[in-house]
């Protein structure tokens, strides 16, 4: 009937009406990795080997627990202790023995991801930490590559399709839902909070499908829409997100700027230490003349602190306000640092090495414990 | 209107819909809402008003859906 080699493996698919042979081949043709192999990763990456992406790479340097069992479905109890990429691998080779998997045994950081990534056309994001999901939506647009994300929480669950290139116009990205990478304390993983099992065999299901969609045009992915799930209820929302030049600031600026940028420890960013103004530094600072203190939390965001004069211009806008902006040092200051050293990088653009710029090191928060109440 | 929260958010107030009075924006429903559950001060959200991601301080209309989505970073 056919001359088409895979038609016999594939055949459901391929007689799907608006999906044929054109749309097998792209996915024989296509390069996925998989960035983490745990409960999202398992399930995306059984359907990606099913269906025929002809090219797999698996990105992680864990272990198999016991704990994992009832929700990484790629492992058996005879996999604990063993690597999740390479006991993956195996599990899918015997799936489907007509594609390539590449294993990648090791833990994707700001040093090795670019090179990682390079060969793949599409990054798939299977991991379960905010640094990681930061690092990879900043490397998949230095590295011009679609980001099929995806993010549980307990009952709940989040898929989006980030950075997908549509005729060289630039879409969404993760930091147009979230533009700043948080402190790490309101993070608390899987492990900890608690996960229903069968909730990223859902979720990872529909990476897949989003993934599927990126690579043979067919239907309509989640580029500029961020998909939720409630499995308790079984509500599906879809929220549309407008891709802002101003949430690309806080991506390095290149592959160099990249490699020295901390997504563990957000506030400690290499390249951006010039602007670290310590509590002690900035306690002998205060109430000077020539200095102008910005707060640049949003309004109402936490209290306005009454020991120090200072003005009040939230992030968003600064480049509307520099002109408010008259001493000759400008100290700005969030709640733990964050957004402020993102301000003082907005105005060392804006205004050069015409003022010293320096940003509040971690934040109001700390200031607030450690020196307000022990300075006079 | 109808206040919708996600995720750690509807852990914290306990609450999963609110149908706050006298808001007029996304500024003042935070205030609002920072006023009466003081926990959520400090958990990032991103805010979507009639299922579209606002940034900045945007106008909330009597009848509109606002959902308060949270981060997930569980995998």
């Known amino acids: ?376 | 209107m109808d206040v919708v929260f996600y995720g750690r958010l509807a852990e914290l107030t306990g609450c999963t819909t609110l149908h706050p009075e006298d808001v007029t924006d996304t500024d003042q429903l935070k205030q609002k809402l920072f006023g009466l559950y003081p926990a959520i001060a400090n958990i990032p959200f991103a805010i979507a008003v009639n299922n579209q991601i606002v940034q900045g301080n945007s106008s909330i209309l009597i009848n509109d859906t606002v959902a308060l989505l949270p981060p997930f970073s569980g995998g």
């Open chain 1, 1 to 376: 009937m056919n001359g088409f080699a895979p038609y016999g493996r594939y055949h459901h698919q391929i007689n799907l009406s608006g999906f044929g042979e054109t749309s097998q081949r792209r996915l024989l043709q296509a390069r996925v990795l998989v960035a983490g192999a745990g409960g999202l990763g398992c399930a995306a990456l059984q359907y990606l080997a099913a269906t025929g992406v002809g090219t797999i790479g698996i990105a992680d340097d864990d272990v198999v627990r016991l704990s994992n069992l009832h929700r990484q479905v790629l492992y058996t109890v005879r996999d604990i202790g063993s690597g999740k990429a390479e006991s993956a691998a195996r599990w899918l080779r015997q799936l489907n023995p007509e594609i390539d998997i590449h294993v990648h045994a090791v833990r994707l950081t700001v040093r090795n991801i670019i090179e990682i990534i390079r060969p793949y056309d599409i990054i798939l994001d299977g991991t379960d930490n905010l640094g990681s999901k930061y690092m990879i939506n900043d490397a998949c647009i230095l590295a011009g590559k679609p980001f099929v994300f995806a993010a549980i929480s307990q009952f709940e669950g989040q898929v989006a399709v980030f950075n997908h290139l549509r005729d060289g116009i630039e879409t969404a990205n993760y930091r147009d839902v979230f533009p700043f990478q948080s402190t790490n304390e309101n993070e608390t993983p899987c492990n900890e909070t608690g996960v229903l099992g069968v909730l990223p065999g859902i979720i990872g299901a529909l990476q897949c499908n989003e993934t599927i969609k990126v690579i043979t045009g067919v239907g309509k992915p989640l580029v500029n829409s961020l998909l939720t799930y409630n499995a308790l209820t079984n509500q599906v929302h879809e929220f549309s997100i407008q891709a802002r030049k101003e949430n690309r600031l806080p991506v390095p600026r290149n592959i160099s700027e990249f490699m020295c940028t901390n997504y563990d420890q957000p506030c400690a960013t290499q390249a951006q230490e010039q602007f670290e103004l310590h509590a002690g530094e900035f306690s002998s600072l205060i109430n000077r003349e020539l200095i102008t203190v910005i707060d640049v939390r949003e309004p109402y965001a936490g209290h306005s602190p009454a020991d120090f004069q200072h003005i009040r211009i939230p992030y968003r806008q600064l480049q509307e306000k520099l002109g408010a902006i008259t001493g000759d040092t400008v100290v700005t200051f969030c709640e733990h640092g964050i957004i402020s050293l993102q301000a003082a990088r907005l105005l060392k653009d804006a205004l050069g090495d015409e003022k010293r710029i320096y940003s509040l090191n971690k934040g109001i928060s700390h200031w607030n414990m450690s020196y307000r109440n022990t300075k006079p």
